[in-house]
């Protein structure tokens, strides 16, 4: 518990991630037997083993990638009976806010900006529809929606993250990434956050934008726009070289 507090202190989200959930399931074994196994003692013992590991290396200068953690992490968070995910663990900069515009951003006047947005979460939806159904025209009119969205947006957070999203529906419509079930799930939280703009609540959790820029940087960068938003925001640095199940596990010494 001392050495989550730590851990939380210097702002290694990663690792904190981590450490709150084996924290979690060491309160688990005080208080069920049914824990109380050799494989999850173990399995605490290698997730110890894989936090000091992780932490070596990083004063020896190793770069901060948290994802190497997600094995562990996600057998600790299973154990429990819980569902983890890669971008539990992502967490890049996002700092960065998107250059000027070349040409001219979208004025709306007053009382069009209701209409504005439903058409486009109408023409969403229709691209997504067809998307879902291999129609390779979806992509693009997703993508056309969200370059619409983004072309109203001022110099906030929130046009970083439709700034973002244009590359990551760049990946989609030239098959940079696989259309399964992760990726589904990412356009539909895109139309639900298209709906909060239309029920006027424009802000964007950073979750959000945290799996946006996860599947930009797995994105083969096959578009100016994909490789802008991976340059930007570093995200070459973010994922971890060799690849198992979303990171590279961390061996416990």
Not at 194 to 223: D, F
Request: negative net charge.
């Amino acid at each position: 518990h001392q050495a989550h507090g730590a851990l939380s202190i210097v702002g290694l989200d990663g690792i904190t991630c981590l450490s709150e959930e084996l924290e979690s399931l060491l309160a688990g074994i005080e208080k069920e037997a049914a824990l109380r196994k050799t494989e999850i003692f173990e399995l605490a013992e290698r997730t110890f083993g894989g936090i000091l590991a992780y932490l070596d290396q990083l004063m020896a200068g190793n770069a901060n990638q948290p994802l190497r953690l997600f094995p562990l992490y996600r057998d600790v968070v299973m154990a429990r009976g819980g569902q983890a995910d890669p971008t539990d663990l992502y967490f890049p900069d996002l700092s960065f806010r998107p250059p000027k515009r070349d040409r001219i951003s979208v004025t709306l006047k007053a009382g069009e900006a209701d209409k504005y947005l439903r058409e486009q979460r109408s023409r969403y939806q229709r691209g997504f529809v067809k998307w879902l159904k291999n129609d390779a025209i979806g992509g693009e009119e997703m993508r056309a929606a969200v370059e619409a969205i983004e072309a109203t947006q001022g110099p906030t957070p929130q046009r970083a993250f439709w700034w973002a999203s244009l590359a990551f529906f760049d990946a989609l419509a030239r098959k940079a990434l696989p259309a399964d079930l992760d990726t589904r799930q990412l356009c539909n939280r895109i139309e639900q956050q298209i709906k909060r703009m239309v029920e006027g609540t424009p802000n964007v959790a950073e979750r959000l934008m945290r799996e946006v820029l996860y599947y930009v940087a797995r994105a083969k960068p096959v578009s100016e726009r994909l490789c802008e938003g991976q340059e930007a925001y570093r995200l070459n640095q973010t994922i971890p070289a060799a690849e198992s199940d979303g990171a590279t596990a961390v061996a416990a010494e």
